[in-house]
């Protein structure tokens, strides 16, 4: 079609400190954006491979060409979600999320419209966002609750996983005793530390435990969900919009991430089917851009918790136009996602 064009390049994303999780540590993110132009306007995606989900750069770089037809009418949204899934029946949902926001930044700029209004979302406010204290030596962990807290954050996020999680908790909650607290293990403990740390958890108060189990131990997040004051969230176990449902009896929320669901309108649609579950919802991010935070931001006035600093923890956010108090995101009121290249 004439005056069309799709294109993507890779950058490297850095943290402005090394970001630890259980399962690893990295301070560099390779993330590849899209760029979809038809009639003069321009829509923008950004594809945050996770290699727990299967995908890289390298598996980012090479897909993008085998799936870039299906991105033709940018309004067919149910066509483009078909012609993905047959291009490639399963996987690379961070390929497919880059395609995903493209399209509805492009139809959102074109009609001169915010895309949460486009896609009839509430304007009401975002919920505060959680700040990420990742997993590092307990000194450095202190100082990151600490200063998070003295910079205004109202919620932080600590990354557990470790052989001295309980001592962790207990620090975190010494040097911030204000904020609300909340973990996540990133599917790192057993059946049995889980049920220690219950107690734990409660005594700081904490508001949520995240995804404490492995990722397909149902039966044991059901059995600790009995037994536990603190709501438990699943991430890992949660890879597709399918997937929804069936995690309710096991865990008391779901944090959906676009990357990982294959783009906004697929975790629009797992947002209502976890309603439809009884499930609570965060919205949560990777590591990415202001461009991936922005789009997720589109959804999280309708969830009952946001999870969105990816941006803020890089160094050189190759976006702009999001507007943070601490942790409380402004809803992007400008066109499509409502940010644009630095």
């Not at 962990?141 to 557990?160: D, F, N, P, T, W």
């Not at 220690?196 to 409660?202: G, P, T």
Request: with cysteine.
């Amino acid at each position: 079609m004439a005056g069309v064009s799709l294109s993507w390049e890779t950058h490297e994303l850095h943290t402005a400190q090394p970001f630890g999780i259980a399962r690893w540590t990295h301070s560099v993110y390779p993330r590849t954006f899209v760029t979809f132009t038809q009639g003069g306007v321009t829509g923008q995606g950004e594809a945050a491979p996770n290699a727990f989900y299967g995908e890289t750069r390298d598996t980012v770089e090479a897909t993008l060409p085998l799936l870039a037809e299906a991105l033709t009418d940018p309004w067919d949204w149910d066509g483009l979600h078909i012609r993905l899934k047959a291009l490639m029946p399963q996987g690379h949902p961070s390929a497919r999320c880059a395609l995903e926001m493209a399209a509805v930044d492009w139809c959102a700029r074109s009609v001169g419209l915010p895309a949460w209004q486009l896609l009839g979302l509430s304007p009401s406010p975002l919920p505060e966002s959680s700040y990420t204290v990742s997993i590092a030596a307990l000194d450095d962990m202190r100082r990151q609750a600490r200063e998070a807290a003295a910079r205004g954050h109202g919620v932080l996020k600590v990354k557990l996983g470790t052989d001295h999680d309980e001592a962790i908790v207990e620090a975190l909650r010494e040097e911030a005793p204000a904020v609300a607290l909340r973990v996540d293990a990133n599917a790192a403990w057993t059946r049995a530390q889980a049920r220690r740390m219950l107690d734990v958890l409660a005594a700081a108060r904490a508001e949520l435990v995240e995804q404490p189990l492995a990722a397909g131990d149902l039966d044991g997040h059901a059995a600790l969900r009995a037994v536990s004051g603190v709501p438990i969230v699943a991430d890992e176990s949660l890879h597709h919009v399918g997937d929804v449902l069936a995690l309710a009896r096991a865990f008391d929320g779901v944090n959906l991430k676009l990357a990982k669901l294959g783009g906004p309108l697929q975790a629009l649609r797992a947002l209502r089917l976890a309603r439809e579950g009884g499930l609570s919802v965060m919205m949560g991010c990777m590591i990415e851009s202001s461009l991936g935070i922005a789009a997720a931001a589109a959804l999280a006035g309708a969830c009952d918790w946001a999870d969105l600093d990816g941006a803020l923890l890089l160094a050189d956010d190759p976006f702009v136009g999001l507007d943070w108090q601490a942790g409380q995101l402004a809803r992007p009121q400008g066109q499509g996602w409502g940010v644009e290249r630095r």
